[in-house]
C-alpha cells in the first residue's frame, strides 16, 4: 500500500509560481507512473501530468504544458510540480497519484489506472 501527501498548495497572484510535492511512503513500485490530477469546482478530475518512474518520461496536459514541469527525488520518494505564470483557471485541488504498475504512454491521462492517491492541495490564484 502506497500512501501519498501532497503539500505546497496556497494563495499566490496571477503570474506567480508554485511547486507542490507529494512524498510517497510504503511500496513504491519501480514500474509504475505518478501523476498529478486536478479537480476545480463543480468540474470533473483532469490530468496535469505524469512521470513514469522507470523511464523518466514526462507527460504534459497540453493546456499547461508550457508552464509546468515535473521532477522527483528517489532519494526523497518525492514528486514534484513546478507551476509558473499561474492563472485563475489553474485553482483546483491538486491531487497526485500513482499506479499499480506500468501505464502505456496512451494511457498514462487515464485517472481509472491510477490506485492511489493523496488527499489533495488546494491552489487558489488570486487576480
Known amino acids: 500500500q502506497v500512501r501519498l501527501a501532497e503539500s505546497g498548495g496556497g494563495l499566490v497572484q496571477v503570474g506567480g509560481s508554485l511547486r507542490l510535492s507529494c512524498a510517497a511512503s510504503?511500496?513504491?513500485?519501480?514500474?509504475?507512473?505518478m501523476a498529478w490530477f486536478r479537480q476545480a469546482p463543480g468540474k470533473s478530475r483532469e490530468f496535469v501530468g505524469a512521470?513514469?518512474?522507470?523511464?523518466?518520461?514526462?507527460y504534459y496536459a497540453d493546456s499547461v504544458k508550457d508552464r509546468i514541469s515535473i521532477s522527483r527525488d528517489n532519494a526523497e520518494n518525492t514528486m514534484y510540480l513546478q507551476m509558473n505564470s499561474l492563472k485563475p483557471e489553474d485553482r483546483a485541488v491538486y491531487y497526485c497519484?500513482?499506479?499499480?504498475?506500468?501505464?502505456?504512454?496512451?494511457?498514462?491521462?487515464?485517472?481509472?489506472?491510477?490506485?492511489?492517491w493523496g488527499q489533495g492541495t488546494q491552489v487558489t490564484v488570486s487576480s
Open positions: 510504503g511500496r513504491t513500485l519501480s514500474s509504475s507512473a
Open positions: 512521470i513514469a518512474l522507470s523511464s523518466g518520461n514526462r
Open positions: 497519484a500513482t499506479s499499480g504498475g506500468p501505464v502505456s504512454s496512451l494511457a498514462v491521462r487515464d485517472r481509472r489506472l491510477y490506485d492511489s
